[in-house]
């Protein structure tokens, strides 16, 4: 027998946010390639669109106009997943079928009025824009009676199944508290309570000290490769500092907020030299009146490409039924995020 | 306040499988789509394509010949997600940082030798071949010492990763017993621990009473939405006796297996007159050599397309990190299905 290497044999990592094991295959990273491909081409968007229902001035589906907004602009989404209206209903659940009414505020934020733009492309100051909004948010919508969960997001691209090229992210606030945020909710409680520490700041030390799976680091944040990462180029920005939600960080703390989204949003368009598409997310405590010690403020960002532009990774058939799994190991994607610049292929020449 | 009505306001519904909550939105299915459409332009295909590595007398990538066959063909597969070698290890794992080798073997099932079929265009005598060989595979692989599981699964479309639109489904079998079976098992087993009975054994027959979320019924077997379905057209095959596994099927019980695959792919064919793409794969008792009186075997079908041929449902964003989500509910989802054909519009004219 020869000796196992995580980066030659197949091999199963423990997930701790989420309890649950991953499937990693190295050596499968060559298999050819003769499925679906991806449209890559990048049509030039001009700054205004007058048929994008999300540039100043436009009008919405619903009729209400846009106003002659510039910087970061919010709105209640006109096709909510949710709505905020109560509505009487009495129990009456059974072993097979449970349902209950939910509650909650879907919102739409444009991150700029210039069309063409994209977090990568943006100034510093104007992604800080962006997170006194996200801040602002969660604080009002959290303090509403009947919101217990606040989750800001934003999906990039065509392939993640976003519907306007507009840069902007969503909020959908809601009465209880989603399925994957419980989950992480009771992994990171279990480890606080057994430690008195949160289990993110004391992964965070480990993943500093060995630094193989580091992309970038600033004052206040480090974005990493996850050892439990299932999308290719997956990564985590956590604070250094355990702050339980958005509403802890400073002026200095927001600018250094910015400044590493838009470093990593960089190195993720410098990859493949290509908008790069991605979901992304803030998970942090629910706003449901409950102290929350062992909460620590954390961002997923979830990319589908895997190869170049044209091949993601297929979350399919085994993956659904089965497992997560993936090919390159979070070592060799963080290598290559490392060794990408910081500054925009775009403006290099 | 009116009264709750689960066909027109958000809410959530509990999946006893998962044990984990969706969120349903009956209302949002009228939004406006400006995004990603899906190549639709089916083209018709050979019976036979040179430059596929599926098709009889082919080469393959790792360069072996394909043989002459006919009907059902099983080979290994080329670049699997997993290796049957051993390797020496040493367990290292601490809080965060938890690694395993896995053992496993990754097989391709070629159903017809015919490319230019799939499931719903085949005999029925055909596809009772390709469940024959199912169960074949199922005992063969599960025998092995270091083999505790063994997934049969089906991508299907381009859409779904499918890399070869030849005919084929895939087997990952492997010494771990993965994330999602464990669940399902652990979720299984309390019902069955509690009141001695098979959880979907009850749940059917709650289902059969109610009528509202059926789909197809023969002899043997059951097609229904699930409660909790989160695809948009996500059905489950259900057994009517409790199998824990393929392996106690009859020759009858395969044919009425075969029979109601058949018929329900073809009405998912007729739903929007396309080769209707999804994932499909089967959750029965894991070959670990334990007895599991709680398994009772089940087919799960993820098919991704939402409002018609072009779009599909994106679980991106929210849904990535917070909780699966879906527009329509599952009793229209069924409603629709129920009311198609069994004869495929190909055959129509
Ligand atoms: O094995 P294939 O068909 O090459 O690949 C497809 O199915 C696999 C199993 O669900 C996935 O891991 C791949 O992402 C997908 O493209
Ligand atoms: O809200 P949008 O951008 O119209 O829609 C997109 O994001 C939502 C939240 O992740 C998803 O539910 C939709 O499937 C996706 O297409």
Redesign the pocket.
Known sequence: NVAFDSKKHPHRRYNPLLDEWILVSPQRSNRPWQGQTEKTVQEELPAYDSGCYLCPGNERANGEKNPDYKGVYVFD?D?G?LLSDKVDFSVNNSDFFSIKPERGI?RVICFSENHSLTLPEMEKDAIKEVIDVWQQQYDELGSKEFINHVQI?E?KGQI?????PHPHG?I?AQSSIPTAVVKTQENLKNYFEKSGRSLLEDYLKKELEYGERMVLENESFVVLVPFWAVWPYETMIISKRKAGNILEFSEDEKYDLAEIIKDLTIKYDNLFEISFPY?AGIHQSPTDGISHPEWHFHMHFYPPLLRNAEVKKFMVGYEMLAEAQRDITPEQSAEVLKNLSTIHYKSRN
Chains 1, 2 share one sequence.
Not at 160 to 164: D, I
């Open positions: 989404n096709f997943s879907n997001f999906n993640m199944g976003c519907s306007n969503q959908w979901s």
